[in-house]
């Protein structure tokens, strides 16, 4: 870090010591997983400089924001539209976290059996170890799984600023009808947090600094269609973390440069691993940072990760928002329209998320699929076998993989995916 935050981290109420715990863990697991790797290319630097900033400058850049009258609102998922935000000139930050913290003390909050992930957030929280909850003006949860849904209900006597989101668990007419009538919701929500009146012009400039964004994410992925892969699996996982911390505009142009040098790899026919090493898709759970266990160890097996169908990857980041609408009436609907292709797994039925991992498997010429599900998610657990089955019935071998955040597991699922490399070779 490049300079000394203590003070910065004290007034936000962090607790120092466990924080500075936190902070190691996350340098060391950053330095072996990520910087040992080989052939990275060189603008990858500048996540590594944002990695060693995550808790400092970055922080300092949204206080900074905040003092100058802009607001913070933190989210927990993709259906809550970074276009909005953006038009009442405030920031979007992601606040789900892939490490386990204060595991004690969540316990006393919630069953045994919740997911990794929601037990993480609560953890970044009563631990006090999260600048980004600690900075935020508004904290937006939404009612997607059970396990999220009914720990809001829990998490609001800990967040006071906490907005619930409701969303459709159809996709259906009526489902459609609530995601508009809650997008209304919130964006009056935002203008009272803000002070601002979202007009036609703004909507148009939030929409146009998030298709970018995602633009910038759509070329970064296009790139990963060649053979050899010309960057890992785990440093585009990066890219796709980093896209819900980082200045959006900034984030465009980092992962733009990215690319630029990645086509020159493409052209010399540089690659992170040998070509013909076996390609595999990932597909299931979101993979927040520092969550990055089963995509080291799948690069650390013999094979490369060319696609991530995830809400931090394809399924959060392919659709763009039509942006030619004039009225606010227009562009609301265009965002509506965008959100409600998501093909989450709380969604019943849900044939379009299988109908895209079939469609990855293809265009980035994947050899095999792994399914990833985190332990307790009942949404993604519950598809995966069907996954599974219609995956192996089109002769893409399949490898499901139900995990946690701990490392206790990390010889056996070694174990289990080299043989499954072994396989695909
Ligand atoms: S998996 Fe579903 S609940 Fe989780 S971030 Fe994605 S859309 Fe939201
Ligand atoms: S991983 Fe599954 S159970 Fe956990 S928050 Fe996401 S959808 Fe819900």
Known sequence: MSKNYKDMWKNLGLKLIPHDALLEVLGKGYEDIYLTQNNRPESMAYFNFVMSEIHGLRI???????????????????????????????????????????????????????????????????????????????????????????????????????????????????????????????????????????????????????????????????????????????????????????????????????????????????????????????????????????????????????????CVGERGARNLTDDSGNTVDELMEAIINRYFKVDCAIFTPNPDRLDHIVEMVEKYQANGVVHYGLQFCQPYLMESMPVEKALEEKNIPTLRIDTDYSMEDVGQLKTRVEAFVELLK
Not at 86 to 112: H, S
Not at 151 to 158: D, G, P, R
Not at 212 to 223: G, P, Q, V, Y
Not at 299 to 305: D, F, M, P, Q, R
């Open 60 to 310: 300092k850049e949204l206080l900074d924001e905040k003092t100058a009258g802009r607001k913070v609102i933190g989210s927990f998922c993709v259906f809550v539209p970074e276009e909005i935000v953006l038009a009442a000139d405030a920031t979007l930050i992601g606040l789900c976290t892939g490490a386990d913290f204060a595991t004690e003390e969540v316990d006393k909050l919630l069953q045994r059996n919740t997911c990794s992930l929601i037990k993480s957030a609560f953890g970044f929280k009563v631990g006090k170890v999260c600048p980004y909850i600690e900075s935020a003006n508004m904290i937006v949860g939404e009612n997607t799984c059970d396990g999220k849904k009914k720990s809001y209900e829990i998490l609001k006597n800990l967040v006071p600023n906490l907005y619930v989101m409701d969303l459709p668990q159809m996709k259906s007419d009526e489902g459609k009808a609530l995601l508009k009538a809650e997008y209304l919701r919130f964006k009056e929500a935002v203008e009272k947090l803000t002070g601002i009146s979202i007009d036609a012009t703004r909507l148009k400039k939030g929409i146009d600094i998030v298709n970018n964004k995602r633009k910038a994410i759509h070329r970064l992925s296009d790139l990963r269609k060649a053979d050899p892969s010309p960057i890992s699996g785990l440093d585009a996982l990066l890219a796709n973390q980093v896209f819900f911390y980082d200045n959006p505009v900034r984030f465009t142009e980092s992962v733009n440069k990215i690319c630029d040098e990645l086509k020159k790899r493409i052209e010399k026919k540089e690659g992170v691993f040998p070509k013909g090493t076996p390609r595999i898709l990932l597909s299931g759970c979101p993979m927040a940072v520092p969550n990055w266990k089963l995509p080291w160890i799948i690069e650390t097996s013999g094979a490369v990760i060319v696609g991530e169908e995830s």
